[in-house]
């Protein structure tokens, strides 16, 4: 049985939920700008289709680090 080219590329994939810079922003409290300073710097990768790059939201709440209290010390 023959499978198309796009049905193949789409089997083993699991959907995944991308968000726009502006939404990554509002929804981590920060500004665009340092979010496109995290994509620059590497830290996030952004992915482009045409002139709409996207983010994976588990990238950009993996890109925060824990920052122990002062009692922790």
């Given at each position: 049985?023959a499978?198309?080219?796009?049905?193949?590329?789409t089997?083993?994939?699991v959907?995944?939920?991308?968000?726009?810079?502006?939404d990554?922003?509002r929804r981590t409290?920060v500004?665009?700008k340092t979010?496109?300073?995290?994509?620059?710097?590497?830290?996030?990768r952004?992915?482009r289709?045409?002139?709409?790059?996207?983010?994976d939201?588990i990238?950009?709440d993996?890109?925060?680090?824990?920052?122990?209290s002062?009692?922790?010390?």
């Open positions: 049985m499978v198309r080219r796009t049905q193949l590329a089997l083993d994939r959907p995944r939920q991308y968000e726009s810079i502006q990554a922003a409290g500004s665009e979010i496109r300073r995290r994509i620059q710097d590497g830290v996030l952004a992915y289709m045409g002139r709409i790059i996207r983010l939201p990238q950009v993996e890109a925060f680090a824990r920052v122990h002062w009692r922790d010390r």
